[in-house]
T-cell receptor, first 112, second 112 residues
Framework: DGGITQSPKYLFRKEGQNVTLSCEQN?????MYWYRQDPGQGLRLIYYSQIVNDFQKGDIAEGYSVSREKKESFPLTVTSAQKNPTAFYLC???????????FGAGTRLSVL | DAKTTQPNSMESNEEEPVHLPCNHSTISGTDYIHWYRQLPSQGPEYVIHGLTSNVNNRMASLAIAEDRKSSTLILHRATLRDAAVYYCILRAVSDNTGKLIFGQGTTLQVKP
C-alpha cells in the first residue's frame, strides 16, 4: 500500500542526546514536511523540503535539523539544543497537483 | 496569512447531520479553503477543499458563503468514527510551498 511510514511510534530521549525520527514515503511526492504538535494545540511547521537536496526552515526550526538525500526519505533530528522536545511529531508529503498533504501516524517523543 | 476562526468544540448525535462553521473574514480572492481532520492519536487526514463553489465528495460537503467570508463543513450522517478535531485552513493559490497553518480546530464529539 502507498503511504507515509513514521518510525518509531514512541521514542525516549535522554538529556543531551540527539535523536532521529524516520519518515519514508512511497507516494512519489516531491514535497515533504515535519510538524510538531503539543497537547491540545494545532500543528506547527518545523521544516519542509520541496525537492531532493533542498529544504527550508518552518516556524519553529530551532533545535532541529533535517536532510533530504532521497525523494522517499526526510529524517528529522531533534538535537540537544531543543530544550523542550516532548511532543507528537508528524511527517507529511504533498500531492502537488491538488495541493493535498498526506500524513504519517506520528512519533511521540518524550524526555527521560 | 489570512486567519480562520472556529468554535472550540461541538456535539452531535450519531446518524444526524453536522455543520461545522469556519469564519475567514480576511480571506483574499485567491485563497483556497481546506479542511483536514485529526482522529485521536493519529495524523491529520484531508477532507475537502474549495475556492468559490460548493464542493461534495464521499466524506463531506463544503458550503462556501457567497462573500467567501465563511464556510461550513457538512457531514451528512455523523458516525462515532467522525469524532475528531476538524481544522479549517486557508491556502493562497500563489503559495507553491504547500505549507499549511493549523489553528486549534473544532473538537467534534459524536454521541451514540
Amino acid at each position: 500500500d502507498g503511504g507515509i511510514t513514521q518510525s518509531p511510534k514512541y521514542l525516549f530521549r535522554k538529556e543531551g542526546q540527539n535523536v532521529t525520527l524516520s519518515c519514508e514515503q512511497n507516494l512519489n511526492h516531491d514535497a515533504m514536511y515535519w510538524y510538531r504538535q503539543d497537547p491540545g494545540q494545532g500543528l506547527r511547521l518545523i521544516y519542509y523540503s520541496q525537492i531532493v537536496n533542498d529544504f527550508q526552515k518552518g516556524d519553529i526550526a530551532e533545535g532541529y535539523s533535517v536532510s533530504r538525500e532521497k525523494k522517499e526519505s526526510f529524517p528529522l533530528t531533534v538535537t540537544s539544543a531543543q530544550k523542550n522536545p516532548t511532543a507528537f511529531y508528524l511527517c507529511a508529503s504533498r500531492f502537488t497537483a491538488k495541493n493535498i498533504q498526506y500524513f504519517g501516524a506520528g512519533t511521540r517523543l518524550s524526555v527521560l | 496569512d489570512a486567519k480562520t476562526t472556529q468554535p472550540n468544540s461541538m456535539e452531535s448525535n450519531e446518524e444526524e447531520p453536522v455543520h461545522l462553521p469556519c469564519n475567514h473574514s480576511t480571506i483574499s480572492g485567491t485563497d483556497y479553503i481546506h479542511w483536514y481532520r485529526q482522529l485521536p492519536s493519529q495524523g491529520p487526514e484531508y477532507v475537502i477543499h474549495g475556492l468559490t463553489s460548493n464542493v461534495n465528495n464521499r466524506m463531506a460537503s463544503l458550503a462556501i458563503a457567497e462573500d467567501r467570508k465563511s464556510s461550513t463543513l457538512i457531514l451528512h450522517r455523523a458516525t462515532l468514527r467522525d469524532a475528531a478535531v476538524y481544522y479549517c485552513i486557508l491556502r493562497a493559490v500563489s503559495d507553491n510551498t504547500g505549507k499549511l497553518i493549523f489553528g486549534q480546530g473544532t473538537t467534534l464529539q459524536v454521541k451514540p
